[in-house]
DNA sequence: TTTTACCTGTTATTTTATTAACAAAAATTT
DNA sequence: AAATTTTTGTTAATAAAATAACAGGTAAAA
């Protein structure tokens, strides 16, 4: 039988790789499958068959042997584990670039995550609409989230204003924060918080692109006085 | 004695640290500080300070006691491991929002990164300046990467583009990718790929929100017929 | 019908990452 | 000058994540 909340206890990887899982099996569908096999998803995800298959595993979710697993049924069981079943409202703040790129990758994909309000600091942007969802002045910041009971706040001003922002959507009892300014914040207990900085993953594609060079700099200069046998 | 090369196998958790260390430290060093702590780093990260002094340690750079780490000597340290003594030249594809704001993040960042090129399919957009760089057509992707030596492509198209377009700057022979993109693309050996995708967080924070508020009402439930004793 | 190939589900093992424990040394206090 | 505090650097222990190994069952092939 299925232990009640069995999915608290759930890796945070596995969580991460659910919501990826799910979304290249929108795809799948979206092509007229029906089934797919472990390795297929693992193909698509950069990962091995067995990660996924114990990731399924995990979530206690079966497939049919020789068949793999039924495309609809999974993404049900997956958005059963991640998804509120009544919806998470969420807004953005700071609707500059990186708030407008965010804003337009959730739109209408299907989840139960809605975007429902953003805020900026620039009267040029107050009051305008960018892709169905209204721009209000940061001021008012504290009164929407809580009047619109808001839970999830998407952090995308400057890193000058990212520690006040954050104060103030505690103050309105935000309970997440997904932080994508190139600042770190701190929120109290019982505030979820994810960093999501671009910078570093930036330097680190830069870094192994430099070390994977020295390297083979390093196998070229060892395989030449052999007459290079290796490949 | 530093054995050579030696920072070819630390951990890829602490080469990400490090890149975030480094930018704390440059806002450090800002502020006219020019020593830190290693639990002063560590609360800027949320993290320990045992982990603080293992990176560190494996990078094997020794701070002093009762001092703490010499911010300027600690950056040139890292700067040494991770940065390319030459610069690494990089283009983003796709000059949408997400490009745009990638690209004002990296501007100005004390690195040996360069982003020298934008590339996008729309005509308003070809040879229009983005924070000082020049958009080039698609078109001309193989070619100028080619050209100008273009060693690391961030990938910020649309779903739709991020296959071809990935097959065209492998074409080039660029080394590396940083796909910011809802896709997920595949690379021959060789180039280094990183999948960064933004939907992913979102979805593990508003899991989590989700899963705090039902361990709540779960502990209230569990709390009130003794009275509430928990705090 | 038997054999073979294929694919799932699960346990065991290995690898990677984090945290704990503590010795040593310098500054500060008593 | 002895004791205490603070902070580093390192090794040891634990936890988390990924991979390997393999049992078992089903469809297809021989």
Redesign the interface.
Known sequence: MRIK?YY?NLP?KT??RL??YR??LF?CLDNGKTHIFSHEIAQ???ITPVQVRRDLMLIEYSGTLRKGYNIQDLIDVISD????KDG?K?AIIGM???G???L???RG?R???EIVAGFDSNPEKIGKTFEGIKCYSVEDLEDEIKKQNI??G?L?VPGDKAKDTTQHLVNAGI????N?S???V?VPD?V????????????????????????EK?ASKKDNPEKGKGR
Chains 1, 2 share one sequence.
Do not use: C, W
Not at 81 to 84: C, G
Not at 175 to 178: E, N, S, V
Not at 192 to 215: C, P, R, S
């Open positions: 909340n608290k945070h969580i991460e919501s990826q979304r290249a795809i698509i995800q950069h584990i991640i998804d509120d998470i969420a500059g670039n990186l407008r790129a965010v337009k990758y959730v994909k989840n139960k995550l839970k999830l998407i995308s309970k997440g924060i997904l994508y190139p600042k770190p701190n019982g979820y918080l994810e960093e999501y900085d671009m910078i570093t993953t930036l330097e680190k594609v830069a870094f192994y692109i430099k070390m994977n060079e020295e390297m390093e």
